[in-house]
Nanobody, 124 residues
Framework: QVQLVDSGGGLVQVVGSLRLSCAAS????????MAWFGQSPGKEGEFVAV????????YYVDSGKGRFTISRDNAKNTVYMQMNSLKPEDTAVYSC?????????????????WGQGTQVTVSS
């Protein structure tokens, strides 16, 4: 089993920044692929970013390219997402997810473990 704990959300003004963290514990060696998803009120969770254990080429949703940066510290079993130039439409609950497979996927159903989520609210 793997446990994921999300943190770092908060209330920020437009064009502000936040850094989300996802701390993994348990059988972390099986978490080959880590991703962030965001869920806005009334909507299903949407893919934001994904990174593999040894990955110099993360993948992002188009709306996040140039603004969000996903990274991971394997020694600390932690994944981060730096969010810059935030917009009101970025408001959502962001959850990290872990996938046992080795290929990057953007569908929530492809992930095996989930964090509890952290709220990001961007005010205009």
């Amino acid at each position: 089993q793997v446990q994921l704990v999300d943190s770092g959300g908060g209330l920020v003004q437009v064009v502000g920044s936040l850094r989300l963290s996802c701390a993994a514990s348990g059988r972390t060696f099986i978490t080959n692929v880590m991703a962030w998803f965001g869920q806005s009120p009334g909507k299903e969770g949407e893919f934001v970013a994904v990174i593999r254990r040894t990955d110099s080429n993360p993948y992002y949703v188009d709306s996040g390219k140039g603004r969000f940066t996903i990274s991971r510290d394997n020694a600390k079993n932690t994944v981060y997402m730096q969010m810059n130039s935030l917009k009101p439409e970025d408001t959502a609950v962001y959850s990290c997810a872990a996938r046992l497979g080795f290929d990057r996927r953007v569908g929530a159903h492809d992930y095996d473990y989930w964090g509890q989520g952290t709220q990001v609210t961007v005010s205009s």
